[in-house]
């Protein structure tokens, strides 16, 4: 492979108002409503975008709310952060639950494991 592996992904959530709050929460960030793609076979989806840039680095991606498709997957995904003891913290305070406290991974750093409100467990990865 020539370049990062995960060009997008998306975090399937049961309730789009609470999962966008936790996001924007722990992150101090908004995200950013996306237009649906597939309004005739999904009426009801609805997505809200990490910020992204096309320059930078890294995979950009969504929460998703969309019928069929329920939250509390198997993906893990990983939030780069200046130090993810912070986010982990944050994600507690927001609702969210730390299944793994900041660990080291040796010479990459370390990480931290949340659950978010929707039940999907999400990773925060930092050099410090």
């Known amino acids: 492979m020539k ?12 309730d789009m108002t609470r999962a966008k709050a936790f996001y924007e929460a722990v992150f101090q960030g908004s995200l950013e409503e996306l237009k649906n793609p ?5 009426p009801d989806m609805e997505m809200w975008a990490f910020p992204m840039s096309i320059e930078g680095t890294g ?3 969504a929460l998703v709310k ?4 329920p939250s509390g997957g198997s993906t893990m995904v990983y939030f780069t952060c200046e130090d993810c003891a912070i986010e982990a913290e944050r994600a507690a305070a927001h609702g969210g639950e730390i299944f793994k406290h900041k660990m080291s991974i040796g010479e ?4 931290a494991m949340v659950v978010d409100t929707e039940g999907n467990m999400i990773g925060l990865h930092s050099m410090q």
């Open 59 to 61: 995979a950009a991606g």
């Open 38 to 42: 597939d309004p005739e076979g999904f």
């Open 3 to 14: 370049s990062n592996p995960v060009a997008w992904f998306e975090i399937y959530v049961q």
């Open 66 to 69: 969309m019928a069929g498709c």
């Open 108 to 111: 990459h750093g370390f990480i």
